[in-house]
């Protein structure tokens, strides 16, 4: 069973940068055709995706988040993580990480999500 697990602070304060971290069992985040994600949503809205790795270590962002998000990984820890600089309010949301299967789009395995708040 894979199972993703996201930590990290729940309080970061403004201008701050935002680091979670996604610990994955049950599958290793070099697997072929995968790709691991990091997604949020902020209270009231719908989810946003944000960015991912590829199996191949390659990484994607969302342009609306205009470069503030990198995303990286350590093989060893078999984890992922992102890092969201210069947060403001409008950063507060669920942070959640999953896994997409390239052979279908499929968000196919997520963590159960963290709440971060942003607050002096």
Not at 9 to 16: C, E, F, M, N, R
Not at 55 to 80: E, M
Not at 89 to 103: K, S
Request: glycine residues 8%; contains cysteine; proline residues 5%.
């Amino acid at each position: 069973q894979v199972q993703l697990q996201e930590s990290g602070p729940g309080l970061v304060k403004p201008s701050q940068t935002l680091s979670l971290t996604c610990a994955v069992s049950g599958a290793s985040i070099t697997t072929n055709y995968y790709y691991w994600s990091w997604i949020r949503q902020p209270p009231g809205k719908g989810l946003e995706w944000m960015g991912a790795i590829a199996y191949v270590g390659s990484t994607s962002h969302s342009p609306s988040l205009k470069s503030r998000a990198s995303i990286s990984r350590d093989t060893s820890k078999n984890q992922f993580t992102l890092q969201l600089s210069s947060v403001t309010p409008e950063d507060i949301a669920v942070y959640y990480c999953a896994r997409i299967a390239t052979m279908t789009g499929a968000m196919d395995y997520w963590g159960k999500g963290t709440l971060v708040t942003v607050s002096s």
